[in-house]
């Protein structure tokens, strides 16, 4: 039978199959192409740069689809040498190919096959013309021959081998040119050499052949690209072995894995598969700044048992997104945990919404003197009693020095004043969806001790820049954010102007801290309990960043203060977006003004400096002091057990233990450290001294003691060694663990949860 006799048998069948077929379609070049879609998907910055790969598809492994410039000449020759030599000579089917195959089965002899390129691809496009595993029936070799000629009428065969090394499986799971490039040999199409060539065309044959057979048929590839006497084979098979076991194509690669999980989840789907690129709000150059600037950060953290961090940072006026750092990479134990959308303990950073509501509420104002002293406070599980980090009171300060320096003490009382309910209300107000009820929390909330997420904070945050304005955030750009009031303007205004004054935090931060800038920022760190989060937050006119440290494990950091932690990477961020772009104060709204004033205590000596202060109209006043009976009224004050043995003295008769009351229940603080914390003790008397469980701990009218869990019996002690005063006091929550305690350094004072 000669190709003319095939050839004429072959056009009777394709108008058979015409006349059977009247509305036979075949799908455009452009159709296919616009279907396809890589097992990966590829985030985008918003101008357009790739800052993430990320498999989506687990059945399959695609890559990109690669244009047919794109792809090396070396392959496009191999590929049609090897599968299909008159390529560009047939118009759909090798009629001479056809006739050789007949022939050779006719006398039972092996020949190549007769399927050309074309005809591949419409077995590839076309379901119903894809052998099965008895291989393809009379009917479908039928149907795929008709195909290939009416592909060949209406594609180029650019177009034709194009999608062809675009759509044909190579080994495994890995489908076109792309996926076998980056998985066998680490690179992209275009750098294929000619023995890489050679065993790509030959996996197209025998894709799951034992690498062996894979060599063999590269070899003989290789020979009809090049002079046979010129092939060079050898060491061939060890190639081969060697790149059909790598898998140099990860499952994601980028510097934005966790923003890519994000935008992934969010992206709506089209029925088939998620969209094979997605364009985010995020700046390429300040995402690479910020993994970088984390990292570097905590490596040096690291000899203080630090490993992983988060970064955000939003734009103020829309709620972009435009950095997303979930975590420290290769450094962290927990590198899939997205540290951007964990729950965590905020520590003081949730102070300024606490003092904007009480100011707006007209409790307090910035001057309002609050005093930063050992307090008890009655609750329903016994007194709460907050201490400042350092265990030392600063007496009488002011609301702005006490946000601004971040002392425990006044935060509480201000709390008392607000009510953990209300406050709680605020909180959600802002967009932070507490899990509990504010009396779940209690007059802890003020310092933090519910769980936020980093993103969650740091828009809040935003809100503050923007005003008292709540809007959510966004990871696609969006024509206009849906702002809702959520803090009364003025006094968001007078907190942002406390959280950007230098002197308000000089007593704990002292005035040339990480956290001063040579522009215009509001800043506010934070750390939890145990030191097991290390915050900072803050805006600037365009912008808020936000950033955590510590360890997704929850264990703690040893001896990180709020700005030695997070501070440093904070500054660093602002550093960079205020390079050449100005952020100045904001403009005072409405109702509020300005007035000079003066402080004082129950004797007329100077509390604070004199200064110009800002105030909501109708709460300005020019003097504040504390009259001596405002200072201890909230002290607890109680007698001393009764029936006990009189000596008959003076000292016996007048002295007794004034604080704390008998029967007290203390609760120690789940935001402070415990060998962090003392437990008070006033008396009134002189030359005292204190037993606790009949053993001598301190000496004089004054006592501090580290509370140990359990039941105890606290006296008061003449010089002769008489009983005076007798108390029973209940210690509860976890005590000091000498196994868990850090570093003696870590003893130190630094900023912790008053920070």
């Not at 006799?5 to 070049?29: D, E, K």
């Not at 598969?273 to 150059?285: D, G, H, L």
Request: proline share 5%.
């Amino acid at each position: 039978m000669n190709a003319s006799a095939v050839r004429r048998a072959a056009s009777a069948i394709f108008l058979i199959a015409a006349i059977a077929h009247p509305a036979w379609a075949v799908a455009t070049f452009d159709d296919v192409k616009r279907e396809y879609r890589p097992s990966d998907t590829v985030v985008l910055d918003r101008s357009g740069e790739v800052i993430q790969r990320l498999r989506t598809d687990a059945t399959v492994r695609r890559g990109q689809w690669v244009a047919l410039p794109d792809v090396s000449p070396a392959l496009r020759t191999a590929l049609v040498l090897s599968e299909d030599k008159r390529f560009y000579e047939h118009s759909g089917v090798d009629w001479r190919a056809v006739s050789a195959a007949a022939w050779g089965n006719l006398w039972a002899t092996k020949t190549r096959g007769a399927s050309t390129l074309s005809m591949q691809l419409a077995g590839l496009l076309d379901e119903d013309w894809r052998a099965t595993a008895g291989g393809r029936s009379l009917p479908q070799k039928i149907g795929q021959t008709v195909s290939a000629q009416l592909l060949e009428r209406s594609w180029r065969k650019d177009q034709i081998l194009e999608a062809y090394l675009n759509l044909v499986p190579f080994r495994g799971e890995i489908v076109g040119i792309d996926a076998l490039s980056r998985t066998l040999f680490g690179k992209a199409a275009h750098g294929l050499d000619e023995r890489e060539a050679a065993l790509a065309a030959a996996l197209v044959r025998a894709p799951n052949a034992k690498a062996v057979q894979v060599s063999q048929r590269a070899c003989g590839v290789l020979k009809t690209m090049q002079a046979p006497a010129k092939a060079d084979c050898d060491g061939l098979d060890l190639y081969a072995s060697a790149a059909l076991q790598r898998r140099a194509f990860d499952a994601t690669e980028g510097f934005a894995p966790h923003l890519a999980r994000q935008l992934v989840r969010q992206a709506p789907a089209d029925g088939k598969s998620r969209p094979a690129t997605v364009t985010s709000t995020v700046r390429a150059p300040l995402q690479r700044f910020a993994v970088q600037t984390l990292t570097q950060q905590l490596r040096e953290l690291r000899g203080r048992h630090v490993e992983d961090g988060a970064i955000v940072v939003l734009d103020n006026a829309t709620g972009e997104v435009l950095a997303w750092v979930g975590s420290s990479g290769e450094l962290s134990g927990a590198a899939e945990v997205d540290g951007v959308l964990a729950l965590r303990q905020p520590g003081s950073t949730l102070k300024p919404f606490l003092y904007a509501q009480a100011i707006a509420e007209r409790r307090i104002t910035a001057a309002s003197l609050l005093e930063d002293s050992s307090s008890q406070i009655p609750t329903a599980g016994g007194l709460y009693i907050p201490q400042n980090y350092d265990r030392q009171f600063k007496g009488l300060v002011s609301s702005r020095t006490a946000l601004g320096a971040s002392l425990n003490v006044p935060a509480v009382r201000t709390l008392v004043m607000v009510s953990p309910d209300a406050f709680h209300k605020q909180l959600r107000t802002v967009g932070l969806p507490l899990r509990e009820t504010g009396d779940y929390y209690g007059y802890s909330l003020a310092l933090g001790s519910s769980e936020v997420s980093l993103l969650a904070l740091a828009n809040a945050y935003r809100a503050l820049a923007n005003g008292g304005r709540y809007s959510t955030t966004s990871l696609s750009r969006q024509a206009r954010p849906d702002f809702k009031p959520a803090i009364a303007p003025g006094a968001t205004f007078i907190v942002s102007d406390i959280l950007a004054d230098p002197l308000a935090r000089a007593r704990t931060f002292g005035t040339d801290s990480i956290l001063a800038t040579r522009f215009w920022t509001a800043v506010k760190t934070g750390t939890s309990k145990d030191m097991r989060d290390n915050w900072a937050l803050g805006y600037s006119q365009r912008y808020t960043v936000g950033v955590w440290v510590g360890n997704a494990s929850g264990a703690p950091m040893w001896d990180v203060s709020g700005t030695s932690g997070a501070a440093p990477v904070w500054a660093a961020l602002m550093n960079y977006l205020h390079q050449t772009e100005p952020s100045r104060a904001p403009a005072p709204p409405a109702g509020v003004v300005q007035r000079q004033v003066t402080f004082a205590d129950a004797a007329g000596r100077p509390v604070e400096a004199a200064r110009s202060e800002w105030f909501l109209r109708g709460t300005e006043q020019a003097l504040f002091a504390m009259d001596s009976g405002a200072l201890g009224a909230d002290r607890t004050r109680a007698g001393g057990q009764k029936g006990l043995k009189d000596s008959g003295s003076a000292a016996s008769v007048a002295s007794r233990i004034t604080a704390p009351a008998n029967g007290t229940i203390v609760a120690l603080d789940p935001d402070i450290p415990p060998n962090r914390q003392r437990l008070g003790f006033a008396a009134e008397g002189q030359q005292l001294r204190w037993r606790m469980d009949g053993k001598e701990f301190a000496r004089g009218a004054q006592a501090q003691w580290l509370p140990w869990p359990g039941r105890h019996v606290v006296q008061l002690v003449g010089k002769s060694g008489e009983v005076l005063d007798e108390i029973r006091i209940e210690v509860r929550g976890a005590g000091v663990k000498v196994a868990l305690q850090p570093p003696a350094k870590a003893t130190q004072a630094g900023s912790g949860p008053s920070k």
